[in-house]
């Protein structure tokens, strides 16, 4: 069992930068790969940025690619998602999501069906 808990967000201007936190509680948090989803309203859930169980390797949604990252450590249970350069389209309620058997790590798509446990979310709205 894992429960999650986000923080870091809030309002920001366009271009400025958030960073997310999430505390994982459980003794078996680097059994999970870890990822971050978005869900604006209106629309669905969708995928982020993961990283994998050691946080060797990570993987990214296109629309945030060389603005964001993803990093964990596993001696503190924290995954953290540092946001640069945010547009006002990345508003939305921020989750971090852990997944135990991580199929994007093996070439799947990543997918929010696939998470074991998420957090309750962290609102980030971006100003034009």
């Known amino acids: 069992q894992v429960q999650l808990v986000e923080s870091g967000g809030g309002l920001v201007q366009a271009g400025g930068s958030l960073r997310l936190s999430c505390a994982a509680f459980?003794?078996?948090?680097?059994?999970?790969?870890m990822g971050w989803f978005r869900q604006a309203p209106g629309n669905e859930r969708e995928f982020v940025a993961a990283?994998?169980?050691?946080?060797?390797?990570?993987y990214y949604a296109d629309s945030v690619k060389g603005r964001f990252s993803i990093y964990r450590d596993n001696a503190k249970n924290m995954v953290y998602l540092q946001m640069n350069s945010l547009k006002p389209e990345d508003t939305a309620v921020y989750y971090c999501?852990?997944?135990?058997?991580?199929?994007?790590?093996?070439?799947?798509?990543?997918?929010?069906?696939?998470?074991?446990?998420w957090g309750q979310g962290t609102q980030v709205t971006v100003s034009s």
């Open positions: 999501a852990a997944d135990a058997v991580g199929s994007w790590y093996f070439g799947a798509p990543p997918s929010a069906l696939s998470n074991d446990y």
């Open positions: 990283i994998s169980w050691s946080g060797g390797a990570t």
């Open positions: 459980g003794r078996t948090f680097s059994s999970y790969a």
